[in-house]
């Protein structure tokens, strides 16, 4: 007797990414620093998926693009500040910090274009 196709296990999930129109704004364009006080990148969007719900920040480095969830952020002023140090990320100059941020202010004008 044929089976019926046995549905994923895994439902589907939507995902979304959010940006501020001004860099840097209350998250986006924030200069990020890990618990090793290197500063390590630069907020580039914040990802949201669901279900299940999960929040995680989008940090753009030298040649790197890596996410972290939410809840591995200390406190957010300034800058905003891991609670654990991130060995995939080269230290930043604030040259490199200043060409993170226009480069995301680009890509956010792009998708508003």
């Known amino acids: 007797m044929p089976r019926k196709n046995e549905k994923s296990s895994e439902s589907a999930s939507m995902m979304a990414e959010l940006y501020e129109l001004s860099i840097p704004g209350q998250l986006i364009g924030k200069e990020v620093i890990d618990a090793s006080a290197r500063k390590i990148g630069v907020v580039r969007n914040v990802k949201l998926t669901f279900p299940p719900a999960k929040i995680n920040v989008i940090i753009k480095g030298l040649d790197v693009e890596f996410q972290i969830p939410m809840d591995s952020i200390s406190t957010v002023g300034g800058v905003v500040q891991l609670k654990e140090a991130i060995k995939q990320a080269e230290e930043l100059e ?5 060409r993170l941020r226009e480069e995301i202010a680009k890509e956010i004008s792009a998708y508003l274009s």
């Open 94 to 98: 604030i040259r490199d910090v200043a």
